[in-house]
Each structure stands twice: as structure tokens, then as C-alpha cells.
């Protein structure tokens, strides 16, 4: 069974950086894609970024010039580099991985899930 495991979250000042990693155990899809979610309190879960086997990464606007993901294929960790952190990037984020799938050609704001696997979470909190 597939299991995400992530770590990293933790409390920072605005502009401060976190990087978020996601270990993936059994993950052997040949074609894939994985991203991370978020959702705030109150509001709905929206994607981050994501990155497929090729490369190839997409991210939503608010992250663009502040987040990247990456993934280090000999480990197998998705990790998530976080910079100039604002309150508003406060919430719990996710891990996820697709079935096999690449990733949806949407704008990852819009994306909901990747119809695949879930980590726990982990909390990032951003005081002003």
C-alpha cells in the first residue's frame, strides 16, 4: 500500500522560509504525478504545485515566484521550498500522488485532489 508521509510544517514570521517534504513508500507508478494541497479554515482545499515524472512542474499563482516543489527520484521525497511566507499561506498542506495519471492540465487553484493518495498533513502557520 502506498503511504505519504510529510513533514516540515511549523510556526514563522512573514518572510520567513519553511521547506516541506513528503516521503513516498511504495510509489512505483511509471507515469505520475504529485503535488501539494492546502486548506485554510474555513476555506477549500486548492493545489500548490505540482510536478509529473518528467519535470515538468505547474504552479498556482500565489505560489509562483515564492514556492518550489521538486522531487528527489533516489529518495523518493516530494518536498515543498517555501519563501517570503505570508499569513495568508497559513493552513494545513498535503501531500498527494495520482494513480498512475499526469497531472491536470487545470490551473492547480482549481484542482481538488489527484484521485490518488493522501498524507496526514502538516501545519504551517504564518504570523504577521
Known amino acids: 500500500q502506498v503511504q505519504l508521509v510529510e513533514s516540515g510544517g511549523g510556526s514563522v514570521q512573514a518572510g520567513g522560509s519553511l521547506r516541506l517534504s513528503c516521503e513516498a513508500s511504495?510509489?512505483?507508478?511509471?507515469?505520475?504525478?504529485m503535488g501539494w494541497f492546502r486548506q485554510a479554515p474555513g476555506k477549500e482545499r486548492e493545489g500548490v504545485a505540482f510536478?509529473?515524472?518528467?519535470?515538468?512542474?505547474d504552479y498556482a499563482e500565489s505560489a509562483k515566484g515564492r514556492f518550489t516543489i521538486s522531487h528527489d527520484n533516489s529518495k523518493d521525497i516530494l518536498y515543498l521550498q517555501m519563501n517570503n511566507l505570508e499569513p495568508e499561506d497559513t493552513a494545513m498542506y498535503y501531500c498527494?500522488?495520482?494513480?498512475?495519471?499526469?497531472?491536470?492540465?487545470?490551473?492547480?487553484?482549481?484542482?481538488?485532489?489527484?484521485?490518488?493518495?493522501w498524507g496526514q498533513g502538516t501545519q504551517v502557520t504564518v504570523s504577521s
Open positions: 510536478i509529473e515524472d518528467s519535470g515538468r512542474t
Open positions: 511504495r510509489y512505483t507508478y511509471p507515469r505520475w504525478c
Open positions: 498527494a500522488a495520482s494513480k498512475g495519471r499526469l497531472c491536470p492540465i487545470s490551473n492547480p487553484v482549481v484542482v481538488r485532489s489527484l484521485n490518488g493518495f
